[in-house]
């Protein structure tokens, strides 16, 4: 029963560090969207990724942030630089062809920046 | 630009009441509503959903209605066990669109007491 798998739960990073957060969709999903939920609220849209592409990054910052989802592997969010405010969960979803799918999401990266 | 409402923040009720959570969207093109439970240091499940073709629909002791003209969804769970505490999320999506954001409420938190 292979959900949503991300990793690593907990991250710590100093400011001015990189952040690297993994994601590995459900077999057989090809649609993946990473969101965020700062303490206390709900999530918040960040990016949508197809296989080799981003197809929605209105809500990522222009900066420091990234994503990709390459032909092999998990998908990939990176934070440069980070900041005490990048503190947050970040959480992965996936959906099978077509967009018009439920998302199931995995358990999320628990990101700290000391 | 989009926006999902849900009320109550806050929900406490005896075991084997019903709790309702009701949550409306502002874009009238929206045409997907999941519902997702997250528990303590885990990620949102999916629990039900419904699609804009569809007024209600039930699963066991768990029932989403839609009404599309006011923009309102509401969340009905019956007979309310101590497992089904948590904070619970709607969102909302237009699946037509070139984007898979789903725009979530702020959620409630669920409490049942035995």
């Known amino acids: 029963n292979a959900g949503v798998m991300q990793n690593p739960r907990h991250l710590v990073r100093r400011r001015g560090q990189e952040a690297r957060l993994r994601c590995s969709p459900m077999?057989?999903?090809?649609?993946v969207y990473w969101y965020r939920q700062l303490p206390e609220e709900g999530l918040k849209f960040m990016v949508y990724?197809?296989?080799?592409?981003?197809?929605?990054e209105s809500g990522m910052p222009k900066e420091r942030f990234s994503a990709e989802f390459p032909k092999e592997g998990p998908s990939i969010l990176r934070i440069q630089q980070v900041v005490r405010g990048d503190s947050a969960a970040y959480f992965c979803?996936?959906?099978?062809?077509?967009?018009?799918?439920?998302?199931?999401f995995g358990d999320g990266t628990r990101l700290s920046i000391l | 630009g989009e926006n999902v409402e849900q009320h109550p923040s806050t929900l406490s009720v005896q075991e084997g009441d019903s709790a309702v959570i009701k949550c409306t969207y502002s874009?009238?093109?929206?045409?997907?509503f999941p519902w997702y439970k997250q528990e303590l240091g885990k990620g949102p499940q999916l629990i039900i959903d419904?699609?804009?073709?569809?007024g209600e629909k039930k699963d066991q002791r768990i029932a989403v209605t839609l009404n599309k003209t006011a923009k309102h969804f509401s969340l009905h769970i019956t007979e309310t066990q101590p497992e089904d505490s948590a904070v619970y999320f709607c969102?909302?999506?237009?699946?037509?669109?070139?984007?898979?954001?789903?725009?979530f409420g702020q959620g409630t938190t669920l409490q049942v007491k035995p």
């Open positions: 969102a909302a999506i237009t699946f037509s669109s070139n984007t898979g954001k789903l725009i």
């Open positions: 077999k057989g999903h090809s649609h």
């Open positions: 979803a996936s959906s099978p062809q077509g967009r018009d799918q439920p998302q199931h």
């Open positions: 874009d009238s093109a929206s045409n997907y």
């Open positions: 990724l197809q296989k080799e592409n981003i197809i929605d």
């Open positions: 419904i699609r804009s073709n569809v």
